[in-house]
């Protein structure tokens, strides 16, 4: 893998924690316009929601939120872990597709994400009305291109001591997030938005086959 950041990787970690150091600074919640702007909400008309205190407010969906969710996040141990995998495959990613491929990449994963949570809260859980955030969906496409890339490297799941290929440890991952996902085993998590990003990389990483370096298509 490469020993420094490229320059989107850079970019995108900077800019994710900058957004997430505006949450802390504006003690930002439900209720506050990061959020309620900002976060990914459900489809359909806006509601009113009551908060504890009896305090009422509105939110809904706006077309920009399938882009601005993922630069935020629902606390420390979440942007930790999201800003690790940023880091740990970023680079190497965009190295290998190039600055300009890697950013189209990137938001491309995060939308199909997005617009797979949507789908998924619109027909499956029409009562739900929480905010979705994270960059989560994007990190997911990450692995994918790693993994197509680099089937053979070997991942660790901590604190599993044992390596296991990419590809088989990236299809176990999809496997575990689509059990959970149809079972609701753990809640609170966007299941779904993860293997829309997933899907969503691998998806863009077969259009572009033909366009790719002949590494891509042999793998390593």
């Not at 900077?14 to 003690?27: C, M, N, P, W």
């Not at 930002?28 to 459900?42: I, K, Q, S, V």
């Not at 939308?111 to 997911?140: C, D, H, K, N, W």
Request: aromatic letters at 14%; proline letters at 6%.
């Amino acid at each position: 893998m490469p020993q420094t950041l490229a320059p989107v990787t850079r970019n995108l970690l900077i800019a994710t924690i900058l957004v997430y150091a505006l949450q802390l600074l504006l003690k930002d919640d439900t209720t506050a316009a990061l959020t309620r702007y900002f976060a990914l909400w459900p489809l359909g008309p806006d509601v009113a929601l009551r908060l504890d205190d009896g305090s009422v407010f509105t939110a809904g969906f706006r077309p920009w939120q399938v882009v601005t969710y993922a630069f935020m996040h629902g606390g420390l141990e979440h942007i930790l872990f999201n800003m690790f995998g940023l880091y740990m495959f970023g680079s190497t990613v965009e190295h290998e597709l190039g600055a300009r491929r890697f950013l189209i990449y990137y938001f491309t994963c995060l939308i199909v994400a997005g617009v797979a949570q949507l789908g998924v809260l619109y027909f499956f859980e029409p009562s739900r009305m929480f905010p979705t955030v994270g960059a989560s969906g994007a990190i997911f496409g990450l692995l994918g291109a790693f993994a197509m890339r680099f089937p053979r490297e070997k991942l660790m799941i901590i604190p599993i001591p044992i390596g296991i290929p990419a590809w088989l440890f990236v299809t176990a991952y999809g496997v575990i997030e689509l059990v959970f996902g149809v079972t609701g085993t753990v809640a609170g998590v966007a299941h779904f938005a993860h293997l829309g990003g997933l899907a969503g990389g691998i998806v863009l990483m077969r259009l572009w086959r033909d366009k790719l370096p002949p590494r891509w298509r042999r793998g390593a």
